[in-house]
């Protein structure tokens, strides 16, 4: 069912941003999001970049962080779980991809 993905895809075209990227944990799961994300962005949208990382590899993790970082995405979205969210923010803090607010 890719209606979540189609909803986000909408979301972000309407708010009139162009590109984003895609952050995932590498599971059936993460893997299903990115790709119904990508169909939802369709021609409308640029995917600049998609990332993944196994569970908790905090390895794997900074490096997809570091690609993302590496395509100039403004935007990004992340299919996490909540015990990854603080490491991966930890990076993305790191490489600057965070602004305050």
Not at 22 to 38: C, E, K, P, V, Y
Not at 46 to 73: D, H, I
Request: proline residues 2%; hydrophobic residues 55%; contains cysteine.
């Amino acid at each position: 069912d890719c209606q979540p993905t189609a909803l986000m895809a909408s979301a972000i075209k309407a708010i009139g941003w162009q590109s984003f990227a895609i952050l995932h944990i590498n599971d059936a799961w993460g893997r299903s999001l990115a790709q119904d994300l990508m169909f939802a962005a369709n021609d409308a949208l640029s995917v600049t970049a998609t990332a993944s990382y196994s569970f908790l590899n905090k390895a794997e993790m900074e490096a997809a962080v570091r690609l993302v970082f590496e395509s100039g995405a403004r935007i990004v979205v992340l299919a996490a779980f909540e015990a990854e969210i603080a490491t991966l923010a930890g990076f993305a803090d790191a490489f600057g991809m965070l602004t305050p607010g």
